[in-house]
Structures are given as C-alpha cells and as structure tokens.
C-alpha cells in the first residue's frame, strides 16, 4: 500500500488514487471536539451494519492514527467522499452548509487531478517506447530531457529543481505536487510529444511546438 499523501492544493488525503478526508479537519473546519466526530462516526458505522451495509461501511470509513503533540497515537478515521457526505449530512447551520459544498468540490477537483496523474502514467509506456524508438542506442539523458523538457515548459523549471525548491527530497515524481492545471498541461504536451518524437527529430523544434501549445492554451484559459 503506498504512502499516505496530503495534497497542498485541496488539502486533502491521497493514496492509490483515491482521495481523503480526516476526521480531524472535520473537528477542526466546525469547530467540534475531534472525540465528537468520531462518536458521530461510530455511531453511523453503528446504524450502516444495522442496515446490513457493511460494506458502505468498509470501504468509506478507513481507520488510523496520527500523533499528537506529545508523539501519542490517536485514533481518527478516514473518509472518501461519500464517507464524508453520509457524516456531514447530519451537520446544519450556515457554517456547516459551506463546509460541505467546499470539500464536495474539493473532492470533485482532486478526482479530476488524479485522473490526469493516472491518464499520464497509463500513457508513459508509449512515450518511452517512442523515446527508444527514436535513437538506436538509447541513452537515460535521453528520457530525462524529454521529460524536463516538458518540465521546463509547463513549470518553468526542471523536476530536480522543482524537488530542490520545494524541499521534496529525493521523491520518485514530481506529478503528484503539481497544480491542477499543471498536471493536465503536463499529461497534455506528453500525448502530443509522442507523436512528435518520431515526426519531429529535431529536440529544438519539438520544444518549440511544445511551448507553441502551451502558450495557447494558457491564453484561451486567461480568456475564459
């Protein structure tokens, strides 16, 4: 099971594509004792195995622990969005209503930012056939320029750079630290290099389509 990831941006949860709420952020966005959440949690487990849905149940209420200030393991849960929607939906008030339209598009956004994290690594298995393709001896300079390239492009920087400046450490990828924007930008120009790799030998002239691409991209964005 991969590593449990907050993601800046939505601050929300990640792990194997799936997106997260803690039962925390709930206590903490109204204002509630996190002991009282996580009775109210029960107590909905409590009722869903009632109705025999245990396997709502299963999947949408996932418990762990966090440590506190004094480095103490503490429970709390963990919830998808429909998690999520099924606890708040016993939440009223103005305060409560607002909480839950911000972090139902907030779990919509992240889903969309997954899916294109998802769609570029489904598609990273033909750029790197393309790469191999386009050079009889190909060398790792090879796909790392490619990708920093696109790196350079979209985030103005490379992915060691990005690492550096962002005090990431030796992560594998930089895609899963991207804005939304950036990352469906990034899986963009990846799809059209594919094709330009082969077409288009020249490593100059790819950049130059590539950013072509993106500028007008960018523009159209800005004017909707």
Not at 120 to 144: L, Q, V
Request: glycine share 4%.
């Amino acid at each position: 099971m991969s590593k449990l990831m907050l993601n800046p941006e939505f601050n929300l949860y990640e792990r194997n594509g799936k997106s997260f709420c803690s039962s925390r952020q709930i206590a903490e966005e109204l204002n509630k004792r996190h002991s009282d959440v996580l009775r109210d949690i029960e107590v909905g487990i409590e009722n869903l195995n009632k109705a025999d849905e245990r396997k709502f149940a299963l999947i949408n209420f996932l418990a762990s622990t966090y440590k506190d200030e004094r480095n103490r393991r503490q429970p709390e849960f963990l919830l998808p969005k429909d998690g999520f929607v099924y606890v708040t939906m016993g939440y009223s008030g103005n305060k409560a209503t607002r909480f839950k339209v911000a972090y139902i598009n907030r779990f919509n956004e992240m889903e969309s930012f997954i899916k294109n994290l998802f769609e570029a690594k489904s598609d990273f298995p033909e750029f790197t056939r393309a790469i191999m393709d386009a050079h009889e001896e190909p060398k790792n300079y090879h796909f790392s320029g490619e990708l920093d390239m696109i790196n350079r492009i979209v985030v103005g920087m490379t992915a060691s750079q990005f690492r550096k400046t962002h005090n990431l450490g030796n992560i594998s990828s930089i895609r899963p630290y991207l804005t939304p924007q950036q990352a469906e930008a990034v899986k963009t120009l990846q799809r059209i290099d594919i094709g330009l790799i082969l077409a288009v030998p020249d490593f100059q002239q790819r950049k130059q389509i590539l950013t072509g691409q993106f500028n007008r991209k960018s523009k159209m964005a800005e004017i909707v």
